[in-house]
């Protein structure tokens, strides 16, 4: 059975945009069908704010994967790309979260789905508002559009 899947891509160390093509290229290759991708996204640090500004991206996918398969494959791509867990909101020279998994609501000890964040982050709102206005977030019941408009976040997001 194929998922509808939507990933959010960050990078704010090295060769951010290189890193942001190299995830996208192992999300393909190894989780599933990209579907397709908004453009790249600059914003300020979000949460630790000392640190290098990030680009993210979003990218939907297709996948036969279960949630935790997911969640674990995508553990071992952030590995191989060098992704080294310090500190919570730390620099990362890449980051793959789930945001969500069709229209599916997922809570267990180490996955959220949907992604706990995405209300409050311009930078996860503005792509998902691009590629997907219109899905609804499973237990809020609003779009994307609509929760980018109703974001209170202060940050700009700088489409590159």
């Keep these: 059975m194929n998922r509808q899947v939507f990933l959010l891509l960050g990078s704010n160390l090295g060769d951010r945009k290189l890193m942001l093509k190299k995830a996208a290229g192992h999300i393909g290759t190894r989780l599933g069908t990209i579907r397709q991708t908004s453009s790249v996204y600059e914003t300020s640090a979000w949460g630790k704010e000392d640190q290098p500004a990030f680009l ?25 790309l060098g992704r080294v867990r310090y500190e919570k909101w730390g620099e990362r020279v890449i980051d793959i979260d789930i945001l969500y998994f069709n229209s599916s609501v997922v809570i267990t000890s180490n996955l959220e789905i949907p992604h706990s964040g995405i209300p409050d982050r311009k930078f996860t709102l503005a792509p998902m508002a691009e590629i997907a206005p219109d899905f609804k977030h499973p237990v809020l019941g609003k779009t994307q559009k609509e929760l980018l408009e109703a974001c209170m976040d202060p940050l700009e997001v700088e489409k590159q």
């Design 56 to 80: 993210n991206q979003v990218v939907e996918i297709s996948t036969t994967y279960t949630p935790h398969k997911l969640l674990k494959e995508i553990a071992k791509i952030e590995e191989e």
